[in-house]
C-alpha cells in the first residue's frame, strides 16, 4: 500500500514521519513538502499521483496562521479552500482515498458544550471560514474521504502551545496563559497511532464519505488550565521557577476570532470505528517522559 502525505513540513506529518510504521508490512509512505507537491497546483499534484499511484493521501497542508488569514484572505482560501476542490477531483480520477483535517474553528464556540459532527458550523475566523469552505469543497467533489475535525494539536514538533510552555518552564521564564477559552487538546500521536490502528486492521475505507471529530479524550480545559497541568507534569522531572499568569484573551489576543468553547465530541469516532482514544493528560504524560528520562 502507498501513501502520500502532503505538507511533510508540518506539525502532524513530522509525527507521522516519526512514528513507527515498520511493523506493518508493505506500507510504504511517501512525504512532500510544498516545493514537491504544492496543493493548490492542479499540475504538481496529479504528476505525483500518476508516478505513485497511491492507495490514499493525507493532507497535512494548510495555512494555519489565524492571525496573518484575517489580513490576507486570498492565502488561507487558496490553500484551505479553493486547493481541495482540484484535491478532491484529481484523488477521484486516481481512485485514492482521502484523509483530510479540519478544525474545530468552524464553530463559533457559543454552545458552551461539546460540538457533535451535525452541529451548526458558524466560523468566527477567516481561518475557520476557510477551513469550512474546503470541508464543504471535499463533501460536494471527493468520492471517498474521511474529514477528521481536530483542536489543539500538540507534539514535540515545531511551534504549538506544549512546546511554549516547555520552553518557558525550562527557561525559568514567566508567561501568561488564556484563562476563557476552552477546548480538549490533542496529541498529534494520537492521531498518528488511529492512522496506524486503520492500516494495522485493514479497514475498509474505500467507501467512507464522512466527517469525524477527533479529539484526546480527558477533562475540557482553558490554555491556562492546560499550561499548569504541563508544568505539575514537568515538575516530576525538574523544577522551575517559572510563573504561569492567567490572562483573558481579549487582553491578550487583542481580537475576538477564536472560539470561546470549541470542545468537539469524538463519539461517533469511538464508536464508527471500536476505538479508544487515549486522555490528554496521558498523551503530556508520555511526551514529557519522551523528552526528559534517560
Ligand atoms: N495546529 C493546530 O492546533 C490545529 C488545530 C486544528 C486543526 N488543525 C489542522 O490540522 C492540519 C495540520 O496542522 P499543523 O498544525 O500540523 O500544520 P502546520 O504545522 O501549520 O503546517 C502546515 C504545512 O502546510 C504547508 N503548506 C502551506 N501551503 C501549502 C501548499 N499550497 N501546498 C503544500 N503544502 C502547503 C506549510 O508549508 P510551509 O511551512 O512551507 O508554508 C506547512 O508545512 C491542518 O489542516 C490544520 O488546519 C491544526
Given at each position: 500500500?502507498?501513501?502520500?502525505?502532503?505538507?511533510?513540513?508540518?506539525?502532524?506529518?513530522?509525527?507521522?514521519?516519526?512514528?513507527?510504521?515498520?511493523?506493518?508490512?508493505?506500507?510504504?509512505?511517501?512525504?512532500?513538502?510544498?516545493?514537491?507537491?504544492?496543493?493548490?497546483?492542479?499540475?504538481?499534484?496529479?504528476?505525483?499521483?500518476?508516478?505513485i499511484?497511491?492507495?490514499?493521501?493525507i493532507?497535512?497542508?494548510?495555512?494555519?496562521?489565524?492571525?496573518?488569514?484575517?489580513?490576507?484572505?486570498?492565502?488561507?482560501?487558496?490553500?484551505?479552500?479553493?486547493?481541495?476542490?482540484?484535491?478532491?477531483?484529481?484523488?477521484?480520477?486516481?481512485?485514492?482515498t482521502?484523509?483530510?483535517?479540519?478544525?474545530d474553528?468552524?464553530f463559533?464556540?457559543?454552545?458552551?458544550?461539546?460540538?457533535?459532527?451535525?452541529?451548526?458550523?458558524?466560523?468566527?475566523?477567516?481561518?475557520?471560514?476557510?477551513?469550512?469552505?474546503?470541508?464543504?469543497?471535499?463533501?460536494?467533489?471527493?468520492?471517498?474521504?474521511?474529514?477528521?475535525?481536530?483542536?489543539?494539536?500538540?507534539?514535540?514538533?515545531?511551534?504549538?502551545?506544549?512546546?511554549?510552555?516547555i520552553?518557558?518552564?525550562?527557561?525559568?521564564?514567566?508567561?501568561?496563559?488564556?484563562?476563557?477559552?476552552?477546548?480538549?487538546?490533542?496529541s498529534?500521536?494520537?492521531?498518528?497511532?488511529?492512522?496506524?490502528?486503520?492500516?494495522?486492521?485493514?479497514?475498509?475505507?474505500?467507501?467512507?464519505?464522512?466527517?469525524?471529530?477527533?479529539?484526546?479524550?480527558?477533562?475540557?480545559?482553558?490554555?491556562?488550565?492546560?499550561?499548569?497541568?504541563?508544568k505539575?507534569?514537568?515538575?516530576?522531572?525538574?523544577s522551575?521557577?517559572?510563573?504561569?499568569?492567567?490572562?483573558?484573551?481579549?487582553?491578550?489576543?487583542?481580537?475576538?476570532?477564536?472560539?470561546?468553547?470549541?470542545?468537539?465530541?469524538?463519539?461517533?469516532?469511538i464508536?464508527?470505528?471500536?476505538?479508544?482514544?487515549?486522555?490528554?493528560?496521558?498523551?503530556?504524560?508520555?511526551?514529557?517522559?519522551?523528552?526528559?528520562?534517560?
Amino acid at each position: 500500500m502507498k501513501i502520500i502525505v502532503t505538507g511533510a513540513n508540518s506539525q502532524l506529518a513530522y509525527t507521522i514521519k516519526n512514528y513507527n510504521f515498520k511493523k506493518l508490512k508493505n506500507i510504504n509512505f511517501f512525504f512532500y513538502n510544498k516545493d514537491s507537491i504544492d496543493i493548490s497546483n492542479f499540475d504538481s499534484l496529479n504528476n505525483k499521483l500518476e508516478l505513485i499511484k497511491p492507495d490514499l493521501l493525507i493532507n497535512c497542508a494548510a495555512y494555519t496562521d489565524v492571525v496573518n488569514s484575517e489580513k490576507n484572505f486570498h492565502l488561507p482560501n487558496n490553500v484551505n479552500n479553493i486547493s481541495l476542490k482540484n484535491l478532491s477531483l484529481l484523488t477521484n480520477k486516481h481512485k485514492v482515498t482521502l484523509l483530510h483535517f479540519s478544525t474545530d474553528y468552524v464553530f463559533d464556540g457559543k454552545k458552551n458544550d461539546q460540538y457533535n459532527e451535525g452541529d451548526i458550523t458558524n466560523p468566527i475566523s477567516v481561518y475557520g471560514k476557510t477551513k469550512l469552505d474546503g470541508e464543504k469543497n471535499i463533501v460536494n467533489f471527493s468520492n471517498n474521504f474521511i474529514i477528521l475535525r481536530i483542536s489543539w494539536l500538540f507534539s514535540n514538533y515545531k511551534n504549538n502551545f506544549y512546546k511554549f510552555v516547555i520552553n518557558n518552564l525550562k527557561s525559568n521564564q514567566n508567561f501568561y496563559a488564556v484563562n476563557d477559552l476552552f477546548s480538549i487538546p490533542t496529541s498529534s500521536i494520537e492521531i498518528t497511532k488511529f492512522i496506524y490502528f486503520i492500516l494495522e486492521n485493514k479497514i475498509n475505507i474505500k467507501n467512507l464519505k464522512d466527517i469525524y471529530h477527533f479529539t484526546n479524550t480527558g477533562p475540557v480545559v482553558s490554555w491556562y488550565q492546560f499550561a499548569k497541568y504541563i508544568k505539575e507534569s514537568y515538575l516530576s522531572y525538574h523544577s522551575t521557577n517559572c510563573e504561569i499568569l492567567p490572562i483573558s484573551s481579549n487582553d491578550f489576543f487583542k481580537n475576538n476570532i477564536r472560539p470561546k468553547y470549541s470542545a468537539l465530541n469524538n463519539k461517533k469516532l469511538i464508536y464508527k470505528f471500536k476505538y479508544n482514544i487515549e486522555n490528554w493528560q496521558h498523551s503530556i504524560n508520555s511526551l514529557l517522559n519522551m523528552e526528559f528520562k534517560s
